[in-house]
Nanobody, 127 residues
Framework: QVQLVESGGGLVQAGDSLRLSCAAS????????IGWFRQAPGKEREFVAG????????NYADSLKGRFTISRDNTKNTVYLQMNSLSPEDTSVYYC????????????????????WGQGTQVTVSS
């Protein structure tokens, strides 16, 4: 059973940057797409970014393209989310999750297609 653990969240000011990490246990990490999602109070969980099992394909929410960058290091069983030019609208709990199917040929974005959710890391951006 894989476990995902997010870290790197915190309280920052508008315009600052943060890098989140998603560390995974288990030997099959490199076989799966990993996605980042976020959920603000009173809102539905939304897709942020995803990266394919090989790292060759990435997908981003349209509104975040250019500010967020996802990457992975399969030797460290870790996926990263670099977030730049943060704004108060980015305040959320950020979660990583694993695609339910291995070796997917594209990066899916529906939370229902993901499992093994981490506990989340809080990102708060002050104005």
């Amino acid at each position: 059973q894989v476990q995902l653990v997010e870290s790197g969240g915190g309280l920052v000011q508008a315009g600052d940057s943060l890098r989140l990490s998603c560390a995974a246990s288990g030997r099959t990490f490199s076989s799966y797409t990993i996605g980042w999602f976020r959920q603000a109070p009173g809102k539905e969980r939304e897709f942020v970014a995803g990266i394919s099992w090989s790292g060759a394909i990435t997908n981003y929410a349209d509104s975040l393209k250019g500010r967020f960058t996802i990457s992975r290091d399969n030797t460290k069983n870790t996926v990263y989310l670099q977030m730049n030019s943060l704004s108060p609208e980015d305040t959320s709990v950020y979660y990583c999750a694993r695609d339910l199917r291995p070796f997917e040929s594209w990066v899916r974005y529906d939370p229902a297609d993901f499992g093994s959710w981490g506990q989340g890391t809080q990102v708060t951006v002050s104005s």
